[in-house]
């Protein structure tokens, strides 16, 4: 058996089931580890050891008196700093808001307490959720555990590399064009995005209100499903939340064998994918053919026009949500303004960092009179267009199967050209804009021991079949259950 912090949610579960370990000596592994790799990896931006063996020792005066509240009960999960948890810091990994506590906690954060989990760290992220490589974050850049020179990728590069490190057992982050998906590939993970309002997102801080969406970061996709089914459901204080039954999404990875009719996008398979990558998700695509599935070819003509559209759509909203950060309610305020013009100029000059600015710029851009048509109204036209092209897949398969990045992990620093960022996310943004759900699963390493992930995306709602799709390969191979060498 692997050391504890190295354990799945179900195999800890088990043991804390049976009296074989408790939670607090599971938290206390959890902690050691922490700290005696966290100077290599970076993942966390804060972390109260004393309050998360409190809850453990809750936990555990509960499971002694017969009230166990499920699988997670005393399970450490680690919570992206744009996550609201009560009285704990919410930093965005921003200095705009280097000094916020947060006065309540998310729905994601109620829900996880519900069912006994123990709420450990505040994760680090590229600022506002900003990026594809944790390397614009305002506090340190989180580094990838299968070499410190590589970055995690992002925007929750910290969320995923805390897992991979066996820092937490699993955690939260959020996507909004990829940002759960492509870390959890580069970090031999399993990351999961949700279906758009299947998870709320009240206490999250808000990037693009119309993408961004909650799922949690996990060894194995049984263990994500575990996660997804404490935090689904409808929240009315969240205008987006869904209201929709929840299945057991644990039970499904058993009940649903397949069969399924898997399908292939051609565009997801040009220029620009790494051919180790490319080899690695062939030979996942062999091995659903080889299990009876029926591999199709299928089209999403409008993918070319993804980026583009997600980077008018997204640094609109942004611009629209980032404008409550002035200096005057809370967050940064400049002490060298001496008016209230200068408050907002100086106070947002100070707290952002340079990649927020940039998408603050454009999104005022696209939004300002006489180019509001040009660009975000078409780009809302478009997208529905690439949300069609999914759905007419579906007509045809059940799931639909790509490479999550198109490189493994690159090193830091290796692209500063914003563009060249940009297109990490080429493959996971069509999700986003179709508010569908997406899994990556870990499918090998490259000769140099870099992780690979593929991705499968699923139909809305249909979260139940999408994992029972992504556990028929990652229960068969394990790859989630290498660690890396720190």
Excluded at 136 to 160: C, F, I, K, M, Q
Excluded at 181 to 189: F, G, K, S, T, Y
């Amino acid at each position: 058996m692997s050391a504890l912090h190295f354990q799945t949610i179900a195999e800890l579960a088990d043991a804390l089931a049976a009296g074989t370990t408790t939670s607090v000596e599971l938290t206390q592994a959890v902690i050691d580890r922490t700290r005696a790799v966290e100077d290599q990896v970076k993942a966390f931006n804060s972390y109260d050891a004393d309050d998360a063996l409190a809850q453990a020792r809750a936990s555990d005066a509960r499971r002694a008196a017969g009230r166990a509240l499920g699988p997670l009960d005393g399970i450490p999960i680690g919570m992206k700093d744009v996550l609201a948890v009560k009285d704990q810091p919410l930093t965005a990994s921003s200095k705009m808001l280097a000094n916020f506590v947060s006065p309540y906690d998310a729905h994601v954060t109620e829900q996880l307490r519900k069912v006994g989990a123990v709420i450990w760290g505040r994760l680090n992220l590229d600022e506002f959720a900003m990026g594809s490589s944790t390397e614009n974050s305002a506090v340190h850049t989180t580094r990838n555990p299968y070499d410190l020179e590589r970055v995690p990728g992002g925007s929750s590069g910290g969320s995923a590399a805390a897992v991979a490190a066996g820092e937490a057992i699993a955690t939260l982050g959020s996507d909004t064009g990829g940002s759960i998906r492509q870390p959890a590939a580069l970090c031999n993970v399993v990351g999961l995005k949700p279906t758009y309002g299947l998870v709320s997102r009240y206490g999250l801080i808000a990037f693009a209100s119309s993408l961004d969406q909650v799922g949690p970061f996990t060894r194995t996709v049984e263990d994500a499903a575990i996660v997804l089914q404490a935090i689904a459901g409808h929240d009315e204080r969240d205008s987006t939340s869904f209201k929709t039954d929840i299945p057991d999404y644990r039970a499904a990875l058993q009940e649903k064998k397949g069969p399924w009719r898997i399908g292939i996008p051609k565009e997801y398979f040009g220029e620009g994918l790494d051919p180790e990558v490319a080899a690695a998700v062939q030979k996942a695509i062999d091995y659903y053919k080889s299990i009876g599935c029926e591999i199709k070819e299928v089209s999403l003509p409008h993918t070319e026009y993804g980026v583009a559209v997600y980077y008018i759509i997204a640094t609109a909203e942004c611009s629209s949500n980032l404008a409550r950060y002035d200096g005057v309610r809370y967050g940064h305020r400049s002490p060298d303004a001496k008016d209230i013009s200068e408050v907002y100029f100086k106070s947002r000059a100070e707290g952002f960092g340079p990649e927020v600015k940039r998408r603050i710029v454009l999104g005022t851009y696209v939004l300002s009179s006489g180019y509001y048509d040009a660009y975000y109204l078409r780009a809302q036209k478009v997208r529905t267009l690439i949300r069609n092209d999914f759905l007419k897949a579906y007509e045809e398969v059940d799931a639909i199967l790509t490479p999550t990045s198109p490189t493994p992990a690159f090193k830091r620093g290796a692209k500063a050209d914003p563009l060249a960022m940009y297109l990490c996310d080429v493959y996971t943004i069509g999700v986003n804009l179709a508010g569908l759900p997406g899994i990556s699963v870990p499918c090998g390493f490259t000769e140099g021991g870099l992780p690979i992930g593929l991705q499968l995306i699923g139909q809305p709602f249909k979260e139940a079949d999408l994992l029972a799709v992504a556990n028929a390969y990652d229960s068969a191979h394990n790859w989630g259950k290498q660690t890396p060498k720190l």
